[in-house]
């Protein structure tokens, strides 16, 4: 059941969001359209953003289920279902079994994991691939298991084929690292055979980059090459991005309730390497993978949230040690900040589900009922709370599964798919824009958007023709001038903006909504709606 709520229900209920999700749909569903399984294109146009695996698996799915939201949010859904399991596997393999289930729960729960499986991109099916590759080459080492490295490297060569060569550099970095640092792993990792396995990692990934070079030359160097991988990396293509902590921030956020425990076990592992303990090959390998993912985004010059989600298996897994090993030697001087981490989620749940109440008393709008998720995340702290506190005094062990946070979180999930969600949808306005100018305009009408920004992907799909993008104003004011007839939409204000300048139109459908998908959205007093409206010729 908390799978189920997690990651499958009411997958396709809400319309796209803003704007990735709709841009990777409306590429698979053109491959579906133009019978081209190789060469993807948006709007049209050749689109050298990422490699083809992904629309490829999206498009089999939209075949399958439907080209719609449901048919692109399959495959995500279904890989963070997989990554539970790898992780699961993986966490047995190298720890205990009783390790791996409290991993793959804690995965399951995640913010991150329940974020990105119900929105149609690609860093679940990476993560998938490039974790689950890592994780067998490891196996396949500490193990003693060497048959498990083909499986590895196949992994690493899919993560290249969903999004570049950064498989390759995440995966070289941390085993580099691992050689370099740690004597008990260097001898299982450097027997691995890596210059057949490297060579099997390019020969499975490198067809879909010789067909597009092949097919488009130059055009696809400078557009996926250097647009979207060194100078995404290297420049400051774009500006107001997050300072170096951010993903720091990202990682304490995503790690609630048990954000405590895991920086109480990095304290505590700290503390032992200090005195002169050596720590365990799992242990430095985990804290490892989770370094450099977080390092090497951070060094990027452009930043977004998810990018290191690829480390949120290997924390679950640190969670999940810290948490059983609490659990056998609670009160050893080893664990002592581990064991405040712990005492820590019961609070931290009382003051998450206490200011959840507060937003949805005074500041959101939503339905009574949903006053239902607060006072559940209230009752799991204050019972985990006052549970550890007469265990503290009794000497009774941990919960063998962290049950009360699951619960607060598997119910926040459903709280936000039951309530937010509808919510959220009710305010939102392309989709009805799109669905009319869709069933206005006849094969010989132009479409266009102007100035939409993040909301033009989710009208191109929604319109499913070919559409205009118009940014400049001179450019938008040549468009609505041309003697052609067209539909263009746009935001009131710049429709009064052409009118004052001489530009005949007219309004022929118009909706209020949000123009940015934010919490923002469900407050009582909520700034002005935007307007949007669809615009033709007098």
């Not at 691939?129 to 994780?135: E, K, Q, S, V, W």
Request: positive net charge; contains cysteine; aromatic residues 14%.
């Amino acid at each position: 059941m908390l799978v189920f709520v997690v990651l499958f229900w009411r997958l396709g209920a809400p319309t796209f969001w803003d704007p990735d999700e709709a841009h990777y749909a409306e590429t698979s569903r053109e491959m579906i359209v133009a019978g081209d399984y190789w060469a993807p294109h948006y709007n049209g146009q050749p689109f050298f953003d990422k490699p083809a695996l992904f629309h490829q698996m999206q498009a089999a799915a939209m075949r399958v289920v439907g080209a719609d939201e449901l048919g692109a949010r399959l495959v995500p859904a279904l890989a963070a279902l997989a990554l539970v399991a790898v992780t699961y596997w993986f966490a047995s393999a190298v720890a205990s079994p009783h390790v791996a289930l409290v991993a793959a729960l804690l995965l399951t729960v995640s913010p991150g994991l329940f974020a990105l499986a119900r929105y149609a991109i690609l860093d679940t099916v990476f993560t998938l691939f490039t974790f689950g590759g890592a994780a067998a080459l490891s196996v396949a080492a500490l193990r003693d298991r060497p048959r498990l490295q083909w499986i590895g490297y196949v992994g690493i060569a899919l993560g290249v084929a969903v999004k570049g060569p950064l498989a390759i550099v995440l995966c070289g970095l941390a085993f580099v690292s691992l050689i370099v640092v740690s004597p008990a792993l260097r001898r299982p990792l450097v027997a691995l055979r890596w210059k057949t396995g490297l060579a099997l990692v390019v020969g499975v990934a490198s067809p879909w980059f010789v067909y597009m070079y092949l097919r488009y030359g130059q055009q696809f160097v400078d557009g996926y090459v250097l647009d979207e991988n060194v100078r995404l990396f290297a420049s400051s293509r774009f500006g107001n991005q997050p300072g170096p902590w951010f993903y720091f921030q990202i990682l304490a956020t995503g790690l609630l309730p048990w954000t405590g425990l895991v920086v109480g076990r990095l304290i505590d592992d700290v503390r032992a390497a200090l005195r002169g303990e050596r720590l365990d090959a799992l242990e430095i390998l985990l804290w490892t993978w989770t370094a450099v993912v977080v390092g090497f985004f951070t060094l990027s010059t452009f930043k977004l949230d998810h990018y290191v989600f690829p480390a949120a298996p290997a924390l679950c897994v640190l969670a999940a040690r810290a948490w059983v090993d609490m659990g056998r030697d609670e009160y050893s001087a080893r664990h002592v900040a581990t064991r405040a981490g712990g005492y820590l989620v019961g609070p931290l749940l009382v003051a998450l589900g206490v200011g959840a109440g507060y937003f949805l008393v005074l500041r959101l709008d939503l339905p009574r009922e949903a006053i239902a998720v607060p006072i559940v995340i209230t009752a799991c702290g204050v019972a985990l709370t006052t549970y550890a506190n007469v265990r503290g005094r009794m000497r009774l062990a941990p919960p063998v599964v962290p049950w009360f946070g699951l619960v607060a979180l598997g119910v926040t999930y459903g709280g936000i798919v039951l309530f937010v969600m509808p919510a959220l949808e009710q305010r939102k306005v392309v989709p009805d824009v799109a669905r009319f100018v869709a069933s206005h305009a006849d094969g010989g009408v132009r479409v266009a958007s102007f100035r939409l920004n993040r909301w033009t992907p989710a009208l191109r799909f929604y319109v499913d023709r070919p559409m205009e993008f118009l940014e400049g104003a001179r450019e938008a004011e040549a468009f609505l001038r041309a003697p052609q007839p067209f539909y263009c939409v746009m935001r009131r204000a710049a429709f009064d903006e052409f009118v004052a300048h001489g530009v005949p139109l007219r309004i022929v459908y118009q909706r209020q909504g949000m123009w940015a998908t934010s919490g923002r959205a469900l407050w009582r007093r909520r700034e002005s709606p935007a307007q949007f409206v669809v615009v033709t010729r007098p």
